[in-house]
C-alpha cells in the first residue's frame, strides 16, 4: 500500500502510517483519565494527533523525535485534520525510508536566492552593501536560510518558506519606497533582510518542524541581533573601518520592533520611519501568505467560505468561482 503523506489525509481516513513524534504531552481529560497529545509529522507537514486512555508507559515509551507507527483514523475537527490513534508505538529508524522525512523546499529556493542576492547588491551605501556581502559568502548560514521554515504553524510555515518571506518582504520595498522619499531606501531592504534571521537557528527542520532549545528560551528577535553583531565585526574587519553606530542601532532597531506591539511580542515600538514601514510590510505578507494557505488547504470544498477559523475569529471567503474550480479539479481527477 503506497505512504499517504500528512497533507493528503481526508477525513475518516484510515491510518496505519510512520510519522515523527514531537511535542507529546500527557494530559488528563475533565473525568481525570490520561490523553496522550502530540504532534506528527513527515515531508509534507504537521498534524496533530491524540491517543485515548493513554498513561505513562505509552507516553515513555518514545521520546521527541523518533519514528512512529500510528494506527487510528484521520478527522475533520474545527476546520483542521488531525488524528485520533488507536495504537501508537516506536520503529526501529533501519524500518524507516528516510526519504519520506527528508524536508522538501515548497518554493523555487534557487530563484529565490538569485532574487534576494540581486536586490542587496544592488544597495548603494557602502558600509550596509560590505554589511550584506559578509551574509551572503557565509556557506554555511545560505545553506540554512535556504531550508529555514519562517514559523511552525502560521505564516509561511513550510521548508524554504523563510527564504520566501524574506524576498517578498524585499520586493514589496522596491515598490513602496519611490512613494515615500522620506524612507532610507538601502536602510528598510537590509532590515528586510535581516529581521527574521534568527529563525534560521530558532527553528530546526530536520524531521519536521519544532523549535529549538535556543529558539525556546530567547527567541528570534534577540538571535537576530545577536547575528548582526558578529556580522559587523565581520564587515568592520573586511571594510578596514567601523561601521557608523547609528547605522547599527538602527538596523537592531527595526529587528526588535519589527512586530509593531507589545502585545506581539515586540520589546520595542517602531519608533523609525524604517521601523515603522518593516512592521506593516511584514504583516501584509504573513497575513496575505496566512490567508491563501487557509483558503487553499481548506476542507470545505463544495463552500466558498472556509471552515471557521479559532484563531483569525472569522471564516475567509474564497470566491463561488473559486470554490467551483476546486469542485471540478476534483471531478477531473
Known amino acids: 500500500m503506497p505512504r499517504r503523506y500528512v497533507n493528503q489525509l481526508s477525513h475518516q481516513e484510515p491510518i496505519n502510517q510512520v510519522f515523527v513524534a514531537s511535542d507529546k504531552q500527557l494530559r488528563p481529560n475533565r473525568n481525570g483519565n490520561l490523553y496522550l497529545q502530540l504532534e506528527l509529522s513527515d515531508r509534507t507537514g504537521r498534524i496533530a494527533a491524540r491517543l485515548w486512555n493513554a498513561n505513562e508507559t505509552v507516553y515513555k515509551s518514545f521520546q521527541n523525535g523518533e519514528y512512529v507507527r500510528v494506527e487510528g483514523t484521520a478527522q475533520l475537527f474545527q476546520g483542521a485534520m488531525q488524528i485520533i490513534a488507536t495504537k501508537l508505538h516506536r520503529v526501529d529508524p533501519e524500518e524507516v525510508d528516510e526519504a519520506d ?148 542601532l538602527r538596523l537592531k532597531h527595526m529587528i526588535l520592533s519589527h512586530h509593531g506591539e507589545y502585545a506581539f511580542g515586540s520589546p520595542k515600538l517602531p519608533m523609525t520611519l524604517e521601523a515603522v514601514a518593516l512592521a506593516f510590510l511584514d504583516n501584509l505578507d504573513a497575513k496575505i501568505n496566512t490567508f491563501c494557505q487557509l483558503m487553499k488547504e481548506d476542507p470545505n470544498v463544495d463552500s466558498p467560505w472556509t471552515t471557521y477559523n479559532a484563531n483569525l475569529e472569522r471564516k475567509l471567503f474564497k470566491g463561488k468561482a473559486d470554490a467551483g474550480a476546486v469542485k471540478a479539479d476534483e471531478n477531473a481527477n
Open 101 to 248: 522525512f527528508t524536508p522538501v523546499p515548497a518554493v523555487a529556493v534557487d530563484k529565490l536566492v538569485v532574487r534576494m542576492t540581486e536586490m542587496l547588491r544592488s544597495i548603494d551605501d557602502p558600509e550596509l552593501k560590505t554589511l550584506a556581502e559578509c551574509f551572503l559568502i557565509d556557506e554555511q548560514f545560505m545553506a540554512k536560510l535556504a531550508m529555514a521554515p519562517a514559523g511552525t504553524k502560521n505564516h509561511h510555515a513550510y521548508h524554504g518558506g523563510l527564504l520566501e518571506h524574506i524576498v517578498n518582504v524585499m520586493e514589496v520595498v522596491l515598490r513602496v519606497c519611490p512613494c515615500y522619499p522620506q524612507i532610507n531606501r538601502d536602510l528598510l531592504l537590509m532590515g528586510a533582510f535581516l529581521h527574521d534571521l534568527g529563525k534560521t537557528s530558532e527553528l530546526c527542520c530536520e524531521h519536521g518542524v519544532s523549535y529549538t532549545d535556543e529558539g525556546q528560551l530567547i527567541g528570534h528577535l534577540v538571535m537576530a541581533v545577536e547575528m548582526l553583531d558578529a556580522k559587523i565585526a565581520e564587515a568592520e574587519k573586511l571594510a578596514g573601518e567601523p561601521i557608523a553606530l547609528e547605522t547599527a
